[in-house]
């Protein structure tokens, strides 16, 4: 089932052309940014230089630390009355990355996150529920309107009270779920507990944060359901970028959409199919935000063409990242957002260090602080206080609940080098 | 005049684990440093653990080497009547003043009960208490 057959299975050079094209219209989309003429004057190019897909070598990378630099609308390429709608990412020093949106951008989306549930099989009959947060994370509108495009029934539960999702799932006959792997698990145990057996379905769709084999054995067994590993990243519209499809071996990724790249993130050097490297994006139908080269740091690689289901090139499952970015409840976090948010409070000092755990299936931070001299004033409520202010900031900063421990003096590990006071004892998923 | 009745209670930090208490204690053993009273106030994953000692300055210097933090509070204590009505009568004098009670704890002396408080205005509870005609342990009892 194809939700766009002529595109989905667009042979080479067909394929090739349609990129052309759409890569020198990204790049003249591009020109509307001040960034990118600057970016292109010091790099000595320009569009018109650009007249094969290889020649997107001669191009610079765009870094997720020029995407923060230009907040909030460095890399908006439209007028603002075209843009309508906006999501943003947290960013690591405070300032979150901002992506905007045209009409057509938001079409666009939808029609990639639409190809991508019809490739699971799923269509106008289903029932879905689509259980991330909504808001400003890409995850939970981007699928609402892709699955509203199929034509299917949606059930915009978000996240949170797992006893009302079960009931959903039970009570409206859900055939369909997308959720964090993570708490699909957490899902499924409760349900046991409860007695659920969750017969209605069938398809699990989960994403936002990496998962093993392993999980999808345990996922498929204990909810009953076939799992499709969904990749995207809010710079690239959000989830939908690539998907598997029934033969679950490797993700298609939407060429006609995405020029990609694998490069060696040392050298930057292209690799070849089947060598894994970092996963560089140039969007070719992106309005608002046509960001050349982009080094998502994710790492993957490019798989054998010719897949069994009839569509293009696939990319290899996520298997991790080149820089040190954590995901935790599906939130992307980087272990300096952690401390620069601690360190910005008083009471708080260098002494801490955080630990990210995996209890019951979901993630759980916890923050030891050691108590300073200064802070100790001998009273209970001031301490209590200092652990509200901690979990407070961690809120705010990152949006991810935490525990806080107060520790001795001299119960903390110390630092010679560089101190790496983030610590993430989860295994893997 | 107040300054007299005015006790520096000793406060240390404690996470809520076992042989902490014993690490305290044995300090202040091996300090030689004699502990009046004392009580333990819980809270998620951590205590303050007050004392009343005959050395402060030196119990403070003591657990600090050791990695404690220490700090002082400044208490009163009260004799009580150690018969039925003894509380009430303390209570009522604070409470009609409009003086709060942080928190309190007691302990049986040689010749009354006692009662150590942490108000949130020390002096004015001094005075009170003493126009009322209570009976307040001078600081220097303790050394």
Known sequence: ?429 | MEDAYIIKQISVFSENRPGRLAAIAGALKDGDVNIFAFSIAEADGFGVVRALVDAPEKAHRILTDQGFRVSYTEVIGVKMRDEPGGLYEIATVLGDAGINIEYAYAYSGRDAAVLILRVDHVRDAIKEILSRGGDLLEASAFT
């Not at chain 1, 289903?126 to 991330?132: E, H, K, L, T």
């Not at chain 1, 200092?386 to 590990?413: C, F, H, N, W, Y």
């Open chain 1, 1 to 429: 089932m194809y939700w766009n057959k002529k595109i989905e299975t667009l042979k080479s050079g067909d394929l090739e052309r349609l990129q052309t094209k759409r890569l020198k219209w990204s790049l003249n989309q591009a020109l509307n940014i001040e960034f990118y003429r600057n970016l292109f004057r010091e790099a000595g190019v320009s569009p018109d230089d650009i007249a094969t897909l290889d020649d997107v070598t001669k191009l610079p990378f765009t870094h997720k630390a020029d995407l923060r630099g230009g907040y909030p609308f460095g890399f908006c390429a439209v007028p603002m009355r075209e843009v309508v709608r906006i999501h943003t990412t947290s960013g690591t020093t405070g300032k979150p990355t901002v992506v905007c949106y045209t009409r057509q951008d938001l079409g666009n989306w939808s029609e990639l996150i639409a190809r991508n549930m019809v490739m699971a099989g799923i269509g106008e009959d289903d029932i879905f529920q689509n259980s991330v947060n909504y808001g400003l994370f890409t995850g939970g509108l981007g699928f609402h309107y892709g699955a509203e495009e199929i034509g299917m029934t949606v059930i915009p539960s978000a996240t949170g009270n797992t006893k009302r999702q079960i009931e959903m799932i039970e009570d409206f006959g859900v055939t369909v779920i997308h959720c964090t792997p993570s708490y699909a698990l957490y899902l499924a145990e409760a349900a046991e507990e409860m007695g659920a057996s969750l017969d209605t379905l069938k398809t699990g769709l989960f994403g936002a944060e990496p998962w093993s084999e392993n999980m999808r054995r345990e996922l498929e067994s204990r909810l009953g359901v076939r799992a499709f590993d969904s990749y995207g990243l809010s710079e690239m519209y959000g989830p939908g970028v690539a998907f598997e499809c029934p033969e679950h071996d490797g993700l298609h990724i939407w060429h006609d959409s995405y020029l990609v790249e694998i490069i060696d993130p040392k050298t930057g050097e292209r690799l070849e199919c089947g060598e894994r490297g970092e996963l560089v994006i140039t969007p070719l139908v992106k309005e608002a935000m046509p960001i050349i080269r982009y080094r998502t740091g994710d790492i993957t690689m490019l798989m054998e063409d010719g897949c069994a289901c009839g569509r293009g090139q696939k990319i290899a499952r996520i298997t991790g990242r080149t820089d040190d970015m954590m995901v935790i409840r599906g939130i992307n976090v980087f272990p300096s957002q952690i401390e620069h948010a601690l360190l910005s409070l008083p009471g708080v000092g260098e002494q801490f260090m955080v630990y990210i755990d995996r209890i019951r299936h979901l993630d759980e931070m916890m923050i030891v602080v050691e108590i300073d001299r200064d802070v100790f004033s001998g009273e209970l409520q001031d301490l209590a206080r200092l652990q509200s202010e901690v979990a407070g900031a961690i809120r705010d900063a990152l949006g991810i609940r935490t525990s806080v421990k107060l520790a001795e003096p001299g119960t903390l590990p110390r630092f010679e080098g560089k101190a790496r006071r983030v610590v993430d004892r989860r295994g893997d998923l």
